[in-house]
């Protein structure tokens, strides 16, 4: 059990399955749960060391992933189910919820138009945050404020996402398919006629 535990398997599900094909569980016949891998791990001493290295496996690509539990499990080769059953085994939830905290706060954080433009073409990521909605309104908010501030000098909509992105430092495409996305074409062009009018 020390050699199988020693570090061949990153996590106490790969070890599962390693194991699973040479022995089964409590009961004939039925397979081999992780609940049983544990329960050895813990009787021989080694569920320690293993927790240690899951936990910075697992905080590590949280933090590689920015926060992004679909990520984490990809990269760590487990299920989202094996993701939350480990977080909640290791008792790291206030850790891994704080790593995606400050992935949300960044997202959502007005700095950078161009950086929040290019996220919004990650709709998994953001739901996977939770923050889908409150993404597109925190954005639609600021790109109405923004091309608002441009709408007087501009004879057109090219003319407006153009002095806008040079303003902004970001892509003129990159703000048309936002104000596309976002579904803010014709407010933006009824803006355009009114500032005409004046």
């Known amino acids: 059990m020390r050699d199988v535990a020693a570090g061949q398997h990153p996590d106490r599900?790969?070890?599962t399955r390693a194991l699973g094909e040479a022995f089964c569980g409590r009961r004939e016949g039925q397979p081999l749960r992780t609940e049983d891998v544990e329960r050895a791990l813990a009787h021989h001493g080694l569920l320690e060391d293993l927790a240690k290295?899951?936990?910075e496996a697992v905080l590590g690509a949280y933090a590689?992933?920015?926060g992004a539990t679909g990520r984490v499990a990809w990269a760590l080769g487990l299920t989202l189910p094996e993701v939350h059953r480990l977080v909640r085994a290791l008792g790291i939830f206030r850790e891994v919820e704080d790593i995606r905290e400050r992935y949300r706060?960044?997202?959502?954080s007005g700095k950078h138009l161009g950086q929040r433009l290019d996220l919004l073409g990650r709709g998994k990521y953001l739901a996977d945050l939770g923050i889908r909605r409150?993404?597109?309104e925190a954005l639609r908010t600021d790109l109405r404020r923004v091309l608002s501030q441009h709408a007087a000098g501009a004879k057109d909509m090219e003319e407006?996402?153009?002095q806008a992105a040079r303003s902004e430092g970001t892509q003129a495409e990159l703000l048309q398919r936002?104000?596309?996305k976002l579904e803010l074409t014709g407010e933006l062009q009824q803006l355009l006629v009114q500032t005409e009018r004046r």
């Open 13 to 15: 599900f790969a070890l």
């Open 53 to 55: 290295r899951e936990r």
């Open 64 to 66: 590689e992933h920015r």
């Open 105 to 108: 706060r960044e997202a959502l």
């Open 134 to 136: 409150r993404f597109d």
């Open 160 to 162: 407006l996402l153009t």
């Open 178 to 180: 936002a104000v596309e």
